[in-house]
């Protein structure tokens, strides 16, 4: 059974920084590309981020780029989104979700839709 696990939210002022941490099991973890969504109240699931399996190339979201770097730890099982200078804006749950592909569009949750998920970390930005 696949399983995922984000850890590393919490309560953070504007301007602040945060590390999420998302630990995979259940399954060959290297196969597998692993993307980072987020849903604030009221609004849309919206993609953030992802690494691809094959290369480690990664994937942001405009709302993000420049100040979230996301990378992988295959030995670890880990994947991690290091958030810098979070607005509050940024505030929302965050998910992590493995599939097999990471490219633009996978962070287009219209077009695209991860198959597993993990249970989401709070983060909230106070200005």
């Known amino acids: 059974e696949v399983q995922l696990v984000e850890s590393g939210g919490g309560l953070v002022q504007a301007g602040g920084s945060l590390r999420l941490s998302c630990v995979g099991s259940?399954?060959?973890?290297?196969?597998?590309?692993i993307g980072w969504f987020r849903q604030a109240p009221g609004k849309e699931r919206e993609g953030v981020s992802c690494?691809?399996?094959?290369?480690?190339?990664?994937h942001y979201a405009d709302s993000v780029r420049g100040r979230f770097t996301m990378s992988r730890d295959n030995a670890k099982n880990t994947v991690y989104l290091q958030m810098n200078s979070l607005k509050p804006e940024d505030t929302a749950v965050y998910y992590c979700?493995?599939?097999?592909?990471?490219?633009?569009?996978?962070?287009?949750?219209?077009?695209?839709?991860?198959?597993?998920w993990g249970p989401g970390t709070q983060v909230t930005v106070s200005s």
């Open positions: 690494v691809s399996s094959a290369d480690g190339k990664t």
């Open positions: 979700a493995a599939d097999s592909f990471c490219f633009p569009g996978a962070l287009d949750t219209t077009l695209y839709e991860y198959n597993h």
């Open positions: 259940g399954f060959y973890f290297d196969d597998y590309a």
